[in-house]
């Protein structure tokens, strides 16, 4: 199915190098969502960034209550023929005997990329492409049953738009014989399947899954049409409180029973599509076009290449590019890009700080450059002054960057410094992009450095409730379990401190001993300024009940952190899965990390925060 077919985007190696052809009249066509790139005349430019603009209006008509924007934004490269899009496609799909593709959706965090061949044929070249958009819009729902997301996607992949009507819901002959010739899943089933159950990854099982869940949503979404009713809406509305899928459809569908008696009957009988016919309007004068040079051009197909994972070719480009015009900022930004992929963060940030001083009103590179500069640990005022306002800056330029809110907010509380404003950050990056994890599990560790370890645990069961792996599940609940470890230790400590104040108060006479170290020590260490190293664990000390002691060893310099209560201490994994038992005091030894630390004045005891786990 689609969703199989491109997947193959994402994981292809490089093979073939792309020679440079010379084009002329490449334009842009800049609209209210969409930027359009285009080797085929402004009138048909015009007409690919028209339909999208209305393809985004079909959304926001039939789920008006959805967010049908993207937190990245969406450049369309529509070519005029096959030569210059097999140049660019996916080099698995140049093989003899491959599919021809019309069209091709690539989704990033930081941008996505539409490819289209504008002299495609068949009844619906762009069915791909719209297929994969309707799951990047739904992908900004909080969370979606793998059903609904299939099946809205194989619904609106046939849309067919005109200035006049929208037509909606064109059946799939290939839907219809696999269904008529193979038993329907149970509702029951259909209704709970996630992403690892095997209908949704074995070949035969996964076809009649979304085949059905195609016919599902067809027919709700037609009945709904036909009745004036909205039953498909308030299953969503359902969702997002939390009601588990089988439960909503019974509420929202009635009788599971009889709507699979009614799938079937409908299966059987002629499939209807419907049009829109209240009018989709969209004010040409809104787009911008201007003509693109030869060498813009190429700055654009090279960043393509690199997000297509061509990346001979795409470096091949790049150097021809960079020839022309040193100071092509796109250009810098996808060898930094290459770079930050290949875990090159050395020569990354080289070609970042590069790009944002030609051009600092790039977005991407002042993120990139910040989130780099972040992961080789922060030394100095004058570096975090630089962080703070990269971040700040990619905000300002692009309002609706998800990441940039995250990374800014992890940056607050690393340096354990405008947490409620972190705290803020967190919940706008949530907003902007509900689907993502990551912003979910960084919303907890801003709590917890804010030592509300009850809400960051609320966060992470929240988060639990739409993960949409296992992998994804795992990650949650292995920081939720530290999160409540950490909350029952901190618990502890707050009882033994409050019975040491009553037996001291209690005691007139009693007159505590000065030291040099101890409790003095611990008061001086708690304001001394946060720093970071990164290197090699060493020699790691562990004493009753939870006290640990560790050198990090960072190319000869070595610093002891301490921990009174290791529960406390923050342990993440970057491109790396801790396994479930994880225990500091014996796995820690040996490995890459990234601490966090505060720096004791008088450098006896530096009070370890947060450990990263590095492969």
């Known amino acids: 199915m689609l969703k199989r077919l491109l997947a193959l985007v994402i994981v292809l190696a490089p093979l073939a190098s792309v020679g440079r052809e010379k084009r002329e009249n490449w334009l842009e066509v800049s609209g209210p969502h969409f930027t359009v790139f285009s080797d085929g005349g402004e009138k048909d430019a015009r007409r690919i960034a028209d339909q999208f603009e209305r393809m985004r209006l079909v959304f926001h008509t039939a789920f008006p209550n959805m967010q049908v924007d993207s937190s990245a934004p969406v450049f369309v490269i529509a070519v005029k023929d096959a030569k210059t899009f097999q140049a660019l496609e996916p080099e698995a799909y140049l093989k003899k005997g491959q599919l021809q593709l019309a069209g091709l959706f690539l989704r990033a965090p930081d941008k996505n990329y539409v490819l289209l061949r504008m002299d495609a044929g068949g009844e619906h070249p762009y069915a791909t492409v719209y297929h994969e958009y309707t799951h990047l819009l739904l992908s900004k729902s909080e969370w979606i049953p793998l059903w609904l997301d299939e099946g809205l996607a194989e619904f609106y992949q046939n849309t067919d738009i005109s200035e006049k009507h929208t037509v909606l819901g064109e059946a799939s002959a290939d839907d219809i014989l696999w269904l008529r010739q193979n038993r329907l899943l149970p509702l029951t089933t259909l209704l709970a399947v996630d992403h690892n159950s095997p209908y949704y990854h074995e070949e035969k099982k996964g076809s009649i899954f979304y085949a059905e869940s195609w016919a599902l949503a067809h027919y709700l979404q037609v009945k709904d049409k036909q009745e004036g009713s909205d039953r498909l809406r308030d299953y969503m509305i359902l969702l ?8 909503a459809a019974t509420q929202a569908f009635g009788d599971l029973k009889q709507l699979q008696a009614a799938l079937e009957r409908y299966i059987e009988g002629p499939l209807f599509s419907f049009k829109l016919t209240k009018a989709l309007p969209v004010d040409d004068a809104l787009f911008k ?24 070719d795409s470096r091949a ?88 809110y995250d990374r800014l907010a992890v940056f607050y509380a690393m340096r354990y410094k405008n947490l409620d404003q972190a705290h803020l950050l967190t919940l706008k990056a949530i907003q902007l992009d509900p689907g993502h994890i990551a ?12 030592r509300r370890d009850q809400d960051a645990v609320a966060v992470l069961q929240a988060a639990l409730k739409v993960a949409r792996t296992s992998a994804e599940a795992s990650e949650i609940q292995y920081q939720l379990q530290a999160v409540q470890h950490a909350e029952a230790a901190r618990t502890e400590d707050e009882e033994i401190e409050r019975q040491y104040r009553e037996a001291t108060a209690a005691a007139k006479d009693y007159e505590p001993e000065k030291t040099d170290t101890g409790a003095e020590e611990k008061e001086e260490n708690l304001k001394g300024p946060h720093r970071s190293i990164i290197g090699t664990v060493s020699n790691v000390r562990c004493s009753p009940p939870a006290v640990i002691d560790l050198d990090v060893n960072a190319g000869g310099k070595v610093v002891t952190l301490h921990a009174r209560n290791y529960y406390q201490v923050q342990f993440t994994a970057l491109n790396y899965t801790a396994k479930p038992e994880f225990q500091p005091c014996t796995d820690l030894e040996g490995m890459h990390v990234r601490a966090e630390y505060v720096e004791s004045v008088s450098a006896k005891i530096n009070g370890l925060v947060t450990i990263e786990l590095h492969k």
């Open 240 to 247: 997002r409180k939390q009601v588990d899928p089988v439960t």
């Open 289 to 312: 076009v201007k003509p693109i040079t030869p060498t813009q051009a190429d700055a654009v197909r090279a960043d393509f290449l690199a997000y297509n994972q061509r990346e001979n």
């Open 317 to 404: 480009l790049l150097s021809q590019v960079l020839q022309d015009d040193a100071n092509n900022t796109l250009a810098l930004e996808t060898m930094g890009y290459l770079e930050f992929r290949a875990g090159r963060l050395d020569q990354a940030q080289k070609w970042f700080e590069q790009a944002v001083k030609l051009d600092s009103q790039s977005y991407l590179a002042n993120y990139y450059f910040a989130s780099i500069a972040m992961s080789h640990g922060v030394a100095g005022e004058e570096s975090e002054r630089e962080i703070e306002s990269s971040l700040q800056k990619a905000i300002k330029l692009s309002p609706a960057f998800a990441a940039a």
């Open 439 to 450: 912003f979910r599990l960084d919303a907890a560790r801003v709590l917890q450095a804010m």
